[in-house]
């Protein structure tokens, strides 16, 4: 049987400072795996910088925000045929050492995606309180609605299968789409798993989810659960 | 209260004359035009005939026809920016795909430059 294609996805918006270890990073552990860096129309070197480390580049004419430029990707790997996708965050939080891991539970498992999730026993960088507080209360919610518990669901540590692929390069959240994402699976009865993973800190840079922007965050994102749950399924 | 209908007149001709002007400057669209030039000539006729205005007040058991207008204005303007809600939410979509697909086009055009194909 063919090996499955596998494609590294990694949005990106002002990582200048910190693409290039994580592309650079990546091709070291996985060897010649495509990796795409999908540039959210940053006003720095960005796209410089990680065409420099041996990634290709999809770069977007105007900012779409996280969730639109994820789906950019999503949209290219599915036409290019790729089987699976990886996605990590463009700022060096997630360790691609672990990619191997969460690529070997979606082959096992009957899950269209499997989550890299904060492995409690070696919890490695903490988020903020807010944050966390965030997580807690996110996880009570979607426990009923996903029928079982998610423990890390802000997480953009994602592996998914060619059928979320084509879910996803149709319907995807716009913006802070991790968890609405999770939803828009369990409405078409896709399954997710999780693997326990180290988070680390950023390389550089700063979350653009700030304390007063958590405020709209949980709202949004509430709102978008609840649409999600109301809306019709058309695939 | 004369002075009232003479005002909303007024403002109705003001708001029907401006998407007019708008509309021949080609700086509204005509199907954009149709709630505001709508909402206008309901205010219009409202100020002309103000025994209507006295009997929808009368019908809901208003205290009068400034009430109402007050009313009709909410409910018209309501419903017009709900449709500009809706029109700018539909053009939001439509430029998220258009940006991913011109992306997506640019990509592989460079990818055809570099093999050579």
């Known amino acids: 049987m063919k090996p499955p294609r596998v494609l590294l996805l990694i949005p990106a918006y002002n990582e200048e400072a910190a693409i290039a270890r994580v592309v650079g990073e990546a091709r070291e552990v996985l060897g010649d795996f495509p990796v795409l860096v999908v540039d959210d129309c940053s006003r720095d070197a960005t796209v410089a910088q990680a065409e420099s480390a041996g990634a290709r580049v999809l770069a977007l004419p105007c900012h779409l925000g996280l969730g639109g430029c994820v789906q950019a990707g999503y949209k290219l790997a599915y036409e290019l045929g790729f089987d699976e996708v990886v996605r990590i965050d463009g700022d060096g939080q997630h360790d691609p050492r672990d990619i191997p891991r969460l690529l070997e539970t979606l082959h096992a498992s009957d899950a269209e995606m499997v989550i890299g999730v904060r492995d409690p026993a070696q919890p490695g960088f903490q988020t903020s309180l807010i944050r966390r507080l965030g997580i807690a209360f996110f996880k009570l919610i979607l426990r009923p609605i996903l029928g079982r518990p998610a423990s890390d669901p802000t997480s953009g540590f994602v592996a998914v299968s060619r059928r979320a692929l084509h879910l996803f390069s149709r319907t995807f959240p716009l913006e802070y789409p991790e968890i609405e994402a999770l939803v828009v699976l369990q409405r078409r009865r896709f399954h997710f798993e999780e693997v ?10 700063r979350s653009s989810i700030t304390a007063l922007k958590s405020v709209y965050y949980v709202v949004h994102v509430l709102l978008g659960v609840f649409v999600n749950i109301l809306r019709r399924t058309r695939i | 209260m004369e002075r009232l209908f003479l005002l909303l007149a007024l403002l109705s001709l003001v708001l029907i004359l401006t998407v007019l002007r708008s509309l021949r ?27 209507l205005l006295g009997s929808f007040a009368d019908w809901l058991g208003l205290a009068g026809a400034p009430l109402a207008i007050l009313l009709l204005a909410l409910v018209v303007f309501v419903g017009i920016f709900y449709r500009q809600s809706r029109a ?18 640019e990509f592989e055009l460079r990818s055809r430059d570099e093999t050579g194909s």
């Open chain 1, 196 to 205: 326990p993973c180290r988070m680390r800190p950023r390389l550089a840079g």
């Open chain 2, 25 to 51: 400057q080609e700086r509204i669209r005509v199907e954009h035009s149709v709630s505001w030039l709508a909402g206008g000539f309901v205010l219009l006729s409202l100020s002309l005939f103000p025994g």
């Open chain 2, 88 to 105: 700018i939410s539909e053009l939001k979509d439509m430029n998220i795909t258009l940006t991913q697909r011109l992306a997506i086009v």
